[in-house]
Structures are given as C-alpha cells and as structure tokens.
C-alpha cells in the first residue's frame, strides 16, 4: 500500500508568506543529500535515516518485509512432500538467497550503528546495537543456516528456528505502534480502533500496515479458492487450503467487527444502533459480510444442505479491495450520471439484437433447423454477431444470410462501442470534475492562510484516491493559492466585479487618484499640459482635474 501524503506548511518569516507543499507517498524525486558526507553518514542518510523524506529507508524495509512473508510460505510448503521433494534445490537457493540478504542487512546495520540516533551517544556503539533486541532478532533469523554446518541440527529443528524470521517485522511494527500510541493518546479503545481500520489523521503508518496486511490476505485467499479448483493442486494442498481458508475468515471476521464496532465514531454513524445498522448496510460492509458468510454456513449446515457450491462465492473476497482505490467508486458515479444516455444506447443495442436474432432466423431456419431453431435461440448467435466475437460455432450458410451478417456485423461495431465509448468519455471528465472540487476546495482552505489537520487529511485522502502526484497537487494549490491572491488583489478584478462592491470600488478610485498622483510627480508637467491640449487629447474638465490632483 501506499505511504499517505503528508501536507508540510513553510512560512516565509520576511514576507509572512506561506508555502504548502504535499509529499505524497510515492515520489518522483529522491532526497537530496550531499554527496561529500563522509560514506558512512552518506549510506545510513540514504538507506537506514527515517527521519529524511524520499531516501530508500522505507524501500529497504518493505523488500525485507516482503523476502520474511515469503520465507514464511515456504515453510509451509516444505511441510508438503509432494511439492518440497522435487523442488529440494529450489528451496535451498531461495533459503542461501534470504541468508544471504538477511546477512547483508544485518552487517550493514552494524557498520553504520554509530550514525544510528539510538547508539551514536553510547560509548560502544557497535556492542549496543549487537546486543538491542533488534539485532538479536537478525542474528537469530540466519544463525540456523550457519550453524548447520558445523554443528548437526535436525531439519525439523531448523525450520522451527527459522521462523524465528517472522520476528524481523517487528522492526516495521514497533515504530508504527509508536508513533499510533502517540497520536491517540487521551483517546478511548473505541476511537482507536477507529484510527486502526478507518483513514484518518490519527492512523498514521500503523493503519496504512493494517490495510496491507488484509490486502495480503484477500489475495492469497483468492488465490487459494482459485488453485484449490484445480484437482492436482487440492489433493496435494487439501490441509494447507482448510487451515488457510480458517485463518483468512478469522482474520476478515476480525476485520467486519472492528468496522461494525467502531462505525459511530465516523460522520453520520454516531448512533449506537442506527449508526451500526447503516454502515452494515453499506456496499463495503455488505461484501465484508459476503467474504465471511460461505465459510460460515457450510460449517453449520453442512448436516442439512450441501453447500459445497457456496464455495465459489468465496471469490467475493476479491470485492474487498475496492475499498482501497478510488476508481470503483468514480466508476459508479459515472454510470449513474450517465445512466440516461447508456440506457438508450443498451435499448438501441437490444433492438439490434432482436432484429439480427429474427433475420438469422429467418433466413437460416430451414438450411439450419438445428442451429437456428427458434428466435430466442438464434439471440446467442446475434450477441456474438454484432460484439465481432464470432466463436464459429453457429454460422450462416445462406447467401442471403451471410450477406445480413455482413451488414449487421459492420453496424455492431459502431452501436456495441457506444457503451465504452461512453464511459470512456465521462469517466475522463468526472476525473476532471473531481480534481476541480479538490481545487476549489483548496481555494476555500486558503481563505484564512491555514491548513488545519482536519483540511489537510482530506488533502490526503482526495490525492491517494484521485491517484495524483505530488507535482499534480502541487499544481493545483499553487493554482488555488493563486487564485486566491487574486480574489484578495483589487486591481486584478474585472472592473464590472469591483463596481459590484461599494469598498472595492472606493478602494479601485483611491489607487487610481494614488496613481495619477504618481505620474505628475513622475512626468514633466508643462509638457504633459502641451500634449494634453494638442488635438484636444484631454477636455479641458479633464486637463483641470489632472491640475486639481497634482496641487493637491
């Protein structure tokens, strides 16, 4: 998952002005970080400094994530015969490849311990770090691999202490609990667990974990119902697949509660029940309930019903990913603005349909009885007719019927592209829509000079859901910022517009009066007065205001 955007406020003390900027999580641009540090404050500053923005730090610990999920997945494949027999090669290079990783990373962190925050004071750095419990972990996590080769280890003994890789991710885990605890101090368990499931300002990197975390599991869940249809792959994986499939239920029942329970502190949901009630109404809740539902039902009526079927349903879970991107629900709105203009287009397309159904009827029927049997039959072969799928397996042989077929299949491709083409369209400009409410919006959160936490979250939210880059919000506030200053700055008004507003317009004529004032200063008045009166440029009321001001 992506690292939420971070809005960063900079005032500019000399002129009072105010410069925001908005990181968001994945950037364009890296840190800019001098290159005549000396090389080790050089690497810890680019690969291992959290504290500077678009270093590799953040990189660096989500491949080490990523190598200790997959070492934990091999694991529990070397549990299967069938597959770890044959591919004993296969799993011992991946094993070298993570030591060998795991090896690097550790050495890496030793040698650059001293510039850590945590270790530089001490006296011996390099002896703090080695005995933090950190380090601990990553000596443990590869000193299995090593000291099999002096010392004897049953290999069920060392894929026990292999596990022990798990435990890496808490040098992920333990900073973003850190810095959760820290931002809901004072705050209730209810709220926290809302900070935990729901964006908000409060979440920060912990949720963002969270919302990976059941990312993985809809995947791997979804990927499991799809190899556990493949009878090679269940017979092997039968176990592997119940305890998986028991464990991505928990972890999504966990999940719909923590929503259900923690709903009434989102906007609209604050009533005990009612609020609970209407977010399980919701379309996300729905499909959370939906993801759960099969496994539940086949456990307890398994007795009365066969519910095996219901087990397809489980592909539901893969609905559960709408709810972290924002194309879906741009995708909805568009469909029903449009909805108008696509039912016509879907009536024009299924009168086509009845229309190609009826003539191939017509005129196949009695060359082709079986194929052709009857209109509603011959609606199949219309579909794929006029989509320009054309499967072969129902063709005209006519002559007169190949000739409609000809004709109705150049006509399916202009009517049956009607559809994406309109959406196409409108999807391109309900994006613009939306980037243009995040501009005014922005506009209106300039109004006092002041992004609140509050204004800035919803920054946040609009950018990762309209997939924009930090250039692109950028863009847009500098516009909005712009547009602002204009509103404020009278003279660049349209003059009808200051004329609309008595202060503007008093305004508007004493910077006028300021400005005549500064050009008699400015010009040589006795030749201003000759050019004024030749050719009449000036009436003489007009030359005598001029004299009238600059006495003044």
């Known amino acids: 998952m992506e690292s939420p955007p971070k809005v960063i406020i900079q005032k500019n003390e000399a002129d009072s002005s105010t410069k925001i900027m908005v990181q968001i999580g994945v950037h364009n641009s890296r840190a800019n970080i001098d290159e005549d540090l000396p090389l080790r404050k050089w690497l810890y500053s680019w690969l291992l400094d959290p504290n500077i923005d678009n270093n590799y730090q953040k990189d660096v610990d989500r491949w080490i994530s990523s190598l200790i999920v997959l070492n934990l997945f091999v694991l529990l494949f070397e549990h299967v015969p069938a597959i770890f027999e044959p591919n004993k090669h296969l799993f011992h290079l991946f094993d070298m490849f993570s030591v060998i990783v795991f090896t690097l990373e550790y050495f890496m962190r030793l040698c650059l311990a001293a510039e850590d925050e945590e270790f530089k004071n001490s006296k011996y750095p390099y002896l703090k ?190 609905l559960k990913l709408t709810r972290y991107t924002g194309a879906t629900s741009t995708l909805t709105t568009v469909i029903a603005r449009e909805w108008p203009v696509l039912a016509a287009s879907a009536f024009i397309m299924l009168l086509m349909v009845v229309l190609t159904a009826s003539l191939g009827y017509l005129f196949e029927h009695d060359a082709q009885p079986e194929k052709f049997e009857n209109i509603p039959q011959s609606i199949y072969w219309a579909v794929i007719t006029l989509a320009s799928v054309g499967y072969g397996d129902i063709s005209p042989i006519t002559p007169m019927g190949r000739i409609m077929t000809i004709i109705l299949a150049l006509l399916g491709i202009g009517i049956f592209a009607i559809p994406a083409a309109l959406l196409s369209s409108a999807f391109t400009d309900q994006l613009r829509i939306e980037r243009e409410t995040l501009k005014n919006e922005l506009y209106d959160m300039l109004a006092d000079g002041i992004i609140s936490p509050e204004e800035a979250d919803i920054i946040n939210r609009e950018a990762k859901r309209l997939h924009l880059s930090e250039e692109e919000v950028q863009r847009l506030i500098e516009k909005a910022k712009y547009d602002r200053e204009l509103k404020d700055d009278i003279a660049g008004l349209p003059l009808h517009k200051i004329a609309a507003s008595p202060t503007h317009a008093v305004e508007h004529f004493k910077t006028l009066m300021s400005q005549i004032r500064q050009l008699g200063i400015m010009t040589d008045k006795a030749e201003f007065e000759a050019a004024a009166l030749d050719n009449a440029r000036l009436s003489p009321k007009e030359l005598g205001l001029w004299q009238f001001i600059n006495k003044t």
């Open 129 to 318: 770090y080695i005995t933090s419990p950190f380090a601990i972990i990553d000596l443990l996590s590869v000193m299995p691999f090593y000291l099999q080769a002096f010392i004897s280890i049953d290999l069920r003994m060392l894929r026990f202490l292999r596990l022990l890789r798990i435990l890496k991710l808490f040098r992920v885990l333990i900073p973003a609990y850190k810095e959760f605890k820290l931002a809901n101090q004072g705050r209730t368990f209810r709220q926290k667990i809302h900070a935990l499931v729901f964006p908000s300002i409060y979440g920060g990197s912990l949720q963002g974990i969270f919302d990976t975390f059941i990312v993985v599991w809809v995947i791997v869940s979804v990927i499991a119902v799809v190899l556990e249809s493949v009878f090679a792959i269940h017979y092997i994986l039968n176990i592997q697949f119940i305890i998986l499939d028991t464990v991505a239920v928990a972890v999504f029942t966990m999940e719909y509660c923590m929503r259900i329970y923690s709903c009434v502190e989102e906007p609209g949901f604050e009533k005990a029940i009612l609020g609970r009630f209407k977010q399980a109404k919701t379309t996300s809740s729905i499909i959370d309930f939906l993801a759960v539902l099969p496994f539940f039902l086949e456990v307890f009526l398994h007795h009365l019903f066969d519910l095996r079927f219901f087990r397809v349903f489980r592909l539901l879970r893969l």
